[in-house]
């Protein structure tokens, strides 16, 4: 069956530390991936997304992530937080064909400390 | 670019009536658009895909007649809760996506959610 998995529920960092926020997926194709913020009240921004090529993808807001197939991961990283980026974020994974939804993880909220 | 509208961002009204939602692409025609709604801290659970002038295809366990998807043109979708209750109440997200055939791998524009309280 298809799904994401994203182990951490809740993660805090300090201000100006590095992050990772871990996802794992299972799909029986090549997937496309996709990492998501959203702050409360609010919808989707997408971050980033790995289609394929360079298994390290940039993304906006200083966010990159790395697609591993050996670990069928897709981890996000930021090597320095900001107050702002506290807020959800969720992993999803997409079939290669349009029309096809994500399947997202359940999310893990970020807080930052000062 | 790739701007999703949603409308109302936050509904609160009476049990048993109908709340309809917008979802309108702005600046790109959307092929596809998706329904999900989210639990407080939960995830996004895909509610119905709907694709431009046909029928929604809605997810196991979702009420088709109770929940009400019209796809009339390439940049605007509803979502039409009807009869609603408490029970009801959630956050309600449509995005869209461009996009045809086996060219996949469009990312999905979110709108900012529609708040739907029913007492």
């Known amino acids: 069956a298809q799904s994401v998995t994203q182990p951490d529920i809740h993660i805090t960092v300090s201000e100006g530390a590095s992050l990772e926020l871990r996802c794992n997926y299972s799909?029986?194709?090549?997937?496309?991936l996709f990492w998501y913020v959203q702050s409360p009240g609010q919808g989707l921004q997408l971050l980033l997304k790995y289609f394929s090529g360079d298994t390290l993808v940039q993304g906006i807001k200083g966010f990159e992530a790395e697609f591993k197939r050996s670990q069928s991961s897709f981890n996000l990283r930021k090597p320095s937080v900001h107050w702002s980026d506290a807020a959800e974020y969720f992993c999803a994974v997409g079939a290669n064909q349009a029309g096809t939804a994500l399947i997202f993880g359940k999310g893990t909220t970020l807080s930052v400390s000062s | 670019g790739a701007v999703v509208s949603q409308h109302p961002s936050w509904v609160i009204c009476k049990s048993g009536t109908s709340v309809k939602i917008e979802c309108r692409s702005l600046?790109?025609?959307?092929?596809?658009m998706f329904w999900y709604r989210q639990f407080p801290k939960q995830s996004l659970m895909l509610m119905a895909t709907?694709?431009?002038?046909?029928?929604?295809?809605?997810e196991q366990g979702v009420e088709k007649d109770k929940f009400l998807i019209n796809h009339a043109s390439l940049t605007l979708s509803t979502l039409t809760v009807t009869s609603a209750h408490p029970e009801d109440s959630s956050f309600y997200i449509c995005s869209a996506q461009s996009g045809t055939g086996v060219l996949g791998g469009q990312p999905q524009h979110f709108g900012d959610g529609t708040r739907l309280s029913i007492l």
């Open positions: 709907s694709n431009e002038g046909s029928k929604a295809t809605y």
């Open positions: 600046d790109f025609q959307a092929t596809t």
């Open positions: 799909y029986g194709a090549t997937p496309y």
